[in-house]
């Protein structure tokens, strides 16, 4: 069965052990995988999320130690929200002043409760309180019981001049639909249980976006296998005109990539075949894993991470 839906999103991070210690401290977040960035083997790549590192609960980070600052613009995601049960709203604001995480006050948007804060990198993030939501796959810490932890990523919020040829890739290629207006935002919405929520604010000619630290690189939508993206890349060069690269191994899931026409880097990932390809679930992100490329030279990019205790 297909699920329309996000698979995850990745941002660029400061120091790594800050960037380990709030995903996994404060939000309690599953580390689900400790790898490398494939392209720049010095830096780590952290997968966090549920308990099996499920499509839609990651969130991923390439933690550059002296990154510069970005600065969110057209050409951006302006936000990434997680969701959690609606009644851990005031759990999750406690925490956050206890916490000294940067934050606003509750507010509504198409009508849920929405909490906005910020990690240390500033990276803009929020928490959708959902009705009735569904607990599967639940990783909890002694400071975050099961009724207030986070379930997975809800969505994204997009800011682009134009958000029609965006809305367009969204509905065609991905299979969501457009479901509520609200100002100059836009929502359309896929069928999986998990980050199926994508907000595209018209900005106009506002300033430009600038990637670094504290902004998400890219965002990858699931395809449920190889055929499945296949067809998604046809309909991207047949009908939109786009040029998707060739599709890359990451090990845990295969993608392509491509600019969507606001400027946004989009990627598409199968769902399999998942970070249990090597570790057991008892055991996600225990280990460095690196892709079979990059073994033998193993004690080489362990002696150039940055520690992590």
Same mark, same amino acid.
């Given at each position: 069965?297909?699920?329309?839906?996000?698979?995850?999103?990745?941002?660029?991070?400061?120091?790594?052990?800050?960037?380990?210690?709030?995903?996994?401290?404060?939000?309690?977040?599953?580390? #689900?995988?400790?790898?490398? @960035?494939?392209?720049?083997? %010095?830096?780590?790549?952290?997968?966090?999320?549920?308990?099996?590192? $499920?499509?839609?609960?990651?969130?991923?980070?390439?933690?550059?130690?002296?990154?510069?600052?970005?600065?969110?613009?057209?050409?951006?995601?302006?936000?990434?929200?997680?969701?959690?049960?609606? $009644?851990?709203?005031?759990?999750?604001?406690?925490?956050?002043?206890?916490?000294?995480?940067?934050?606003?006050?509750?507010?509504?948007?198409?009508?849920?409760?929405?909490?906005?804060?910020?990690?240390?990198?500033?990276?803009?993030? %929020?928490?959708?309180?959902?009705?009735? #939501?569904?607990?599967?796959?639940?990783?909890?810490?002694?400071?975050?019981?099961?009724?207030?932890?986070?379930?997975?990523?809800?969505?994204?919020?997009?800011?682009?001049? @134009?958000?029609?040829?965006?809305?367009?890739?969204?509905?065609?290629?991905?299979?969501?639909?457009? #479901?509520?207006?609200?100002?100059?935002? #836009?929502?359309?919405?896929?069928?999986?249980?998990?980050?199926?929520?994508?907000?595209?604010? $018209?900005?106009?000619?506002?300033?430009?976006?600038?990637?670094?630290?504290?902004?998400?690189?890219?965002? %990858?939508?699931?395809?449920?296998?190889?055929?499945?993206?296949?067809?998604?890349?046809?309909?991207?060069?047949?009908?939109?005109?786009?040029?998707?690269?060739?599709?890359?191994?990451? @090990?845990?899931?295969?993608?392509?990539?491509?600019?969507?026409?606001?400027?946004?880097?989009?990627?598409?990932?199968?769902?399999?075949?998942?970070?249990?390809?090597?570790?057991?679930?008892? @055991?996600?992100?225990?280990? &460095?894993?690196?892709?079979?490329?990059?073994?033998?030279?193993?004690?080489?990019?362990?002696?150039?991470?940055? %520690? &992590?205790?």
């Amino acid at each position: 069965m297909r699920h329309h839906g996000i698979h995850h999103v990745t941002v660029i991070a400061g120091p790594a052990r800050r960037n380990l210690d709030f995903y996994t401290r404060v939000l309690g977040l599953r580390l #689900v995988k400790k790898t490398v @960035n494939f392209d720049d083997p %010095a830096t780590y790549h952290f997968y966090f999320g549920d308990s099996i590192g $499920s499509p839609g609960s990651i969130l991923t980070f390439f933690p550059w130690e002296h990154v510069a600052p970005g600065q969110t613009g057209t050409g951006t995601t302006q936000e990434t929200a997680f969701r959690v049960p609606e $009644s851990a709203l005031a759990f999750w604001e406690q925490r956050f002043i206890e916490q000294g995480v940067e934050h606003g006050k509750p507010e509504k948007r198409f009508g849920q409760s929405v909490l906005p804060f910020k990690d240390p990198d500033g990276t803009s993030l %929020a928490l959708v309180g959902i009705a009735n #939501v569904r607990t599967d796959n639940t990783w909890t810490t002694g400071a975050i019981p099961t009724e207030h932890a986070i379930q997975g990523l809800e969505g994204v919020t997009l800011l682009v001049e @134009n958000g029609e040829p965006t809305g367009a890739i969204l509905t065609d290629v991905f299979g969501f639909r457009e #479901v509520a207006r609200e100002g100059e935002l #836009v929502r359309y919405k896929g069928d999986a249980v998990l980050c199926s929520v994508v907000d595209v604010r $018209s900005a106009g000619s506002k300033l430009p976006g600038r990637t670094g630290g504290g902004t998400v690189h890219h965002i %990858a939508f699931r395809a449920t296998d190889d055929a499945h993206q296949v067809e998604m890349v046809r309909k991207l060069v047949e009908t939109h005109g786009l040029q998707p690269t060739e599709q890359k191994d990451r @090990n845990y899931f295969r993608s392509v990539y491509f600019r969507e026409p606001g400027g946004i880097l989009f990627e598409i990932a199968t769902d399999g075949p998942g970070f249990d390809a090597d570790e057991t679930h008892d @055991n996600l992100g225990d280990e &460095l894993k690196l892709p079979a490329f990059l073994e033998a030279r193993r004690s080489e990019i362990e002696g150039k991470l940055p %520690a &992590l205790t």
